[in-house]
């Protein structure tokens, strides 16, 4: 089993900057992709970034230039750099993790990411 624990989120001003944490323990392939998804209000949960352990990295077109993933592997840590957040951004973000030879996903509980103005 693997658990994922989340910290970072709050409520910010438009244009200021969170970093979201995501730390996993447990049962861990070195072969994985972290990342990070939202769900909006009323709406599905959608990609914001994936990072595989080898270094491949994947944006959501909508944070493009202003979101940077990024990961510790000797930690299992994945993190997410939230520059210029906009009210669109407001939404429970879910760290996500993926393991490549077990084909097993696990989640965080989400946390919530409030921007005002």
């Known amino acids: 089993q693997v658990q994922l624990v989340e910290s970072g989120g709050g409520l910010v001003q438009a244009g200021r900057s969170l970093r979201l944490s995501c730390a996993a323990s447990?049962?861990?392939?070195?072969?994985?992709?972290m990342g990070w998804y939202r769900q909006a209000p009323g709406k599905q949960r959608e990609l914001v970034a994936t990072?595989?352990?080898?270094?491949?990295?994947n944006y959501a077109d909508s944070v493009k230039g202003r979101f940077t993933i990024s990961r510790d592997n000797a930690k299992n840590t994945v993190y997410l750099q939230m520059n210029t957040l906009k009210p669109e951004d407001t939404a429970v973000y879910y760290c996500?993790?993926?393991?490549?030879?077990?084909?097993?996903?696990?989640w965080g509980q989400g946390t919530q990411v409030t921007v005002s103005s």
């Open positions: 996500n993790m993926r393991s490549q030879l077990s084909d097993t996903t696990y």
């Open positions: 990072m595989h352990s080898r270094g491949i990295t």
């Open positions: 447990g049962s861990i392939f070195s072969l994985n992709t």
